[in-house]
């Protein structure tokens, strides 16, 4: 299984990457250039791709392709990584270093990473715009409500600011699942489901497919935690240990090592047994479900 | 007519205000207090609302209404904000008064602030895709496609860039235009548009519309340097000289205070010559025209 995980995740990653590169604005003469520039900066040449392939892994389990969803899928990954930008920032988590690379604000000062993060944000929107030219209006204008539903105020930016307020205060676990269902895992279900949408599922392909995106995002945040506290820094591309530095609300911090992995892993049963009405089109899904808790640890 | 206009703008800008809080997310026990409240401040009470006007009075020049666009003119008036609040932060403008309140960061925190302007964003362009439960599908995603560029890299957040860049450096016609044009005329153009699409404006009535926003928005920009040279600090809500003092690129600083009035003056003919193939409905967007170089100067 290994062996096709890799082989499929090489050949979709490679045609991700190159759509973000096409997607992407160069520096032209009329444009400053140091904005396209930082833009690029965020998001290529770095990253797992997990959304985008989500994305087109979803659309493949009920029939599509990634083709079919390939700027949503691009779209994604530019909400992922405005997220970081916007993150990272001194007045946020003042993290200097990312994936190896320093981050956006330390390679291009404040302003321009703060501005740089809003224009990927409506970059990604003008995405999604353009997958209206190949997919019925009707799914890529719910697909806008799902992602915006996503991102904002009851998803991701709101599992942000509950994060920062947090930070040194008691963790209990409503708050922790509060944090991550919001500042993780809705942007993980939004990538499953709008691949679904846009390929066409039914209702019933639809719930199963939430119910795995919301267990595979679960899974997801606890590894990562894990992955944080225990990590190799090299591997991390960040210094490991940095949640408890900032005193973060993690699962292992609330429920401890042990008892977190296990989370972890009956998370990613849940997640495949969500599948089990799919046939081997959903084997990608059920391969980066594989994946997801068997990454270093 | 500046009493007819005077009751035009209180009627509709009462209505703008009532869909603004009604369309702004509340403090609810589920979600941090804060951001919501953050939002509401950035957003309500102060503002000329002058980007949701002109869509409805677009709107209305091609036969359409305020209601009918409703959604779309309160997201351009929080994009508007979302700018305004990003702008203010210590990073890039470092302003801690803005009509005579204190900014969001300096009200807030900034990592509130940046979190409080990409979460009305986001919150925009779910406004966006809220339209389409009232206008034709196809429209709505011209708006979108149309805001996307208007805000974007090729739109406002890249006017900032140049702007911030050349702050200190030698300004000359060109840059100073293209500084401009970007951060405030293009969504003032999209606020034209955009009601002009909704409320299904012909290609020749979209094309005067289009010169018109472009000669108001020039129009504007020259009389807000104006103003913020010479204004009363009072009136202004802000410190007055502010642009000096961050050596902005300004019409006043190139062209000297008298040319640059009678640019404003050339631009709002220009304007309201546009609009000579329409009638009364049009009277409006002539009133915003007249009433944007008669302010305070």
């Known amino acids: 299984m290994q062996g096709l995980f890799e082989a499929y995740a090489r050949e979709r990653v490679a045609r991700i990457e190159q759509a973000l590169e096409s997607y992407l604005p160069t520096a032209t003469s009329r444009l400053p250039r140091i904005l396209p520039e930082a833009m690029r900066y965020a998001v290529l040449g770095q990253g797992k791709r997990l959304r985008p392939l989500l994305c087109g892994a979803a659309a493949e389990a009920v029939g599509g392709s990634l083709e079919q969803v390939l700027p949503t899928a691009c779209a994604i990954e530019l909400i992922h990584a405005f997220s970081l930008v916007h993150d990272d920032l001194p007045a946020l988590d003042n993290d200097e270093l990312r994936r190896g690379k320093p981050t956006v604000w330390k390679q291009y000062g404040e302003a321009m990473a703060i501005l740089a993060g809003d224009a990927l944000l409506v970059h990604a929107f003008g995405l999604l715009a353009r997958q209206a030219e190949q997919s019925p ?126 989370h972890a892993h009956e998370a990613i049963q849940r997640a495949l047994d969500s599948l089990h009405g799919f046939d081997a089109a959903a084997d990608p899904l059920r391969w980066i479900a594989q994946f997801t808790v068997e990454r270093d640890f």
């Open 137 to 262: 209006m009707e799914r890529v204008l719910q697909t806008l409500r799902l992602l915006c539903d996503a991102v904002g105020i009851d998803g991701m930016v709101g599992g942000q600011v509950e994060d920062i307020l947090s930070e040194g205060e008691p963790v209990d676990a409503e708050k922790l699942a509060y944090i991550h269902t919001h500042k993780t895992g809705a942007l993980i279900r939004a990538s499953v489901l709008s691949g679904a949408i846009l390929a066409g599922a039914s209702e019933s392909q639809r719930a199963a497919l939430d119910a795995y995106s919301q267990s595979l995002g679960l899974a997801f945040q606890i590894v990562d935690d894990i992955l944080n506290e225990t990590g190799d820094p090299q591997r991390l591309g960040k210094s490991a240990g940095t949640d408890r530095a900032h005193q973060k609300a993690t699962y292992p911090r609330l429920y401890g090592l042990e008892t977190a992995r296990r």
